[in-house]
Structures are given as structure tokens and as C-alpha cells.
């Protein structure tokens, strides 16, 4: 099982997860091509992918959804709500191959599981997802508005996850964003802090995880450096951390 962020930010989101031969793109934020090159330094051919899950509607999410169902033919996995939204502003052919889900639902794609798991982020529907091949548990877990109840038991199921680790609460009150900005980021609809983030690992994800991988990083208010300090200093997991890139593919992480 192995799970590779393709690009992780606000300037666009894919990440890729292959469990018992089934390949899945979590997000389409990034464009087709990216995709396609990103996934080939892998030898991996993206029109192989048997599935894009789309966590929520906002553009670093979905802005390249078309592309992915019209020139790769791969089937589109979203909730009602969300799919609705994204039609409005960013169509999407009805009559490519998408498949509907309810939050809270697990999905079965070829062999493998995925539980969606509704999230507080300010979005119509937003979901997380995670990945259970049957041996292993790989979660994609971002874009979560707050550390919400049932977050903690989904990391301690998990061998493996990417974890929102968004902004550094200092670099977000001195940075030049307005106040109401900066009110949303740290809401209870907005995005989870590096601290926030090494205090859910370190309760949650003793047990079983046997990797990390910080996303989500904040362009303006987060570096990857400062996110992997703050977890260090906070967290002092058992297990290696490492950080997404916003602007290009991450290491593969395997189990």
C-alpha cells in the first residue's frame, strides 16, 4: 500500500493512494498533465486510476475535475451536496461517469474500502477519507475545520496518514492577512494548526501508525520546516514525519 501527495496547498490538492492493485486520486486540484507526469515518475499511468474521491467543493480541490473525467475517463466519487455546488461554477459533464455517495458511507471500489468521514470545514459537505485495503489503513485527512470527535478514533485506526498541519499561529496573527481572514483560518470551520496537528498524533497515533505526513501547509502563514519543528517539539511521535510540498510530488510512503 503506498500513498503519494501529487501537491498539497491552497494552490491545489491530489493525492494518490494504491491499495491492493487499486489506484485512487483523492482531489483534483491539480492539472491533468501534472497529474499524469507526477504519477509516470512512478511508472504509474494515470488513465489506470479506478477512481477520484472529491473531499469538498472548493477550487484547490476540484478545479480540474473535467479534465480528469473527460480526458482520462476516470469515474468522479462525490456527495450530492458538493456535486450540486460544483456544477454551479465549475461544471462537470453529467454525463461522464460519476458516482454519488452519502458522507458518513463506505465505499467499495474493486477490492478495497474507503470510509468517508463528514468534517466541520466550511463547506457544503465536506468528507475525509480513508483507505483500508484489508491489512493496512491509509487516511487523508484535511481540510477538518477542528478537531472534532470523531477524528481521533479514525488516526488511531490508521497505519499511515496525511494529516492538515495548515498554519503556525504566530506567523498567522503577525502576517499581513485581515483579521476576519485570519478569525476563518482558525475557526471552527476552518483549518487545523501545527499544534493542533502534533496534539492529535500524539494522543491518537501511538498505537498503530507507522508514518506521517504533514498537508495542507498555509503558503503565507506555515513553512515546512516550522510545521516539522512544532511536531517535534510537541508531538515527539514514535514514528517519522514528513511534510507535503505545495508545489510539486512528495516522496512515495508505503506500508
Known amino acids: 500500500m503506498i500513498a503519494i501527495s501529487l501537491q498539497s496547498g491552497s494552490s491545489g490538492n491530489c493525492v494518490y493512494v494504491q491499495a491492493d492493485g487499486v489506484g485512487l486520486l483523492i482531489d483534483a486540484g491539480i492539472s491533468g498533465k501534472q497529474a499524469e ?12 486510476v479506478q477512481g477520484v474521491l472529491i473531499s469538498h467543493e472548493h ?17 468522479l466519487y462525490v456527495t450530492g451536496k458538493t456535486w450540486q455546488t460544483m456544477q454551479r461554477y465549475r461544471p462537470v459533464s453529467a454525463r461522464g461517469d460519476v458516482r454519488l455517495f452519502r458522507a458518513g458511507e463506505t465505499l467499495k471500489i474493486g477490492s478495497v474500502r474507503v470510509e468517508t ?24 485527512l484535511t481540510d477538518l475545520g477542528h478537531v472534532f470527535d470523531e477524528l481521533g478514533p479514525a488516526v488511531e485506526s490508521l497505519d499511515g496518514v496525511l494529516l492538515e498541519s495548515n498554519y503556525d499561529p504566530e506567523m ?34 501511538r498505537k498503530r501508525l507507522q508514518w506521517a505526513c504533514l498537508a495542507h501547509l498555509s503558503q503565507n502563514n506555515n513553512t515546512p520546516r516550522i510545521a516539522l519543528d512544532t ?14 510540498r505545495r508545489d510539486a510530488v512528495t516522496e512515495a510512503l508505503e506500508l
Not at 40 to 46: L, M, N, V, W
Open 59 to 75: 477550487a484547490d480541490h476540484v478545479s480540474c475535475a473535467h479534465v480528469y473525467q473527460k480526458k482520462f475517463h476516470l469515474p
Open 172 to 205: 498567522l496573527e503577525t502576517g499581513d492577512y485581515p483579521l476576519s481572514l485570519q478569525r476563518r483560518i482558525r475557526g471552527p470551520s476552518g483549518h487545523l494548526s501545527n499544534l493542533e496537528s502534533a496534539h492529535v498524533l500524539r494522543s491518537h497515533g
Open 231 to 244: 511536531h517535534r517539539t510537541h508531538g515527539k511521535h514514535p514514528f517519522p514525519v514528513h511534510a507535503a
Open 37 to 48: 507526469l507526477r504519477l509516470a515518475r512512478y511508472g504509474i499511468d494515470i488513465r489506470t
Open 117 to 140: 468521514i463528514p468534517t466541520p470545514h466550511d463547506a457544503v459537505d465536506g468528507v475525509a477519507f480513508v483507505v483500508d485495503s484489508g491489512r493496512h489503513r491509509i487516511g487523508v
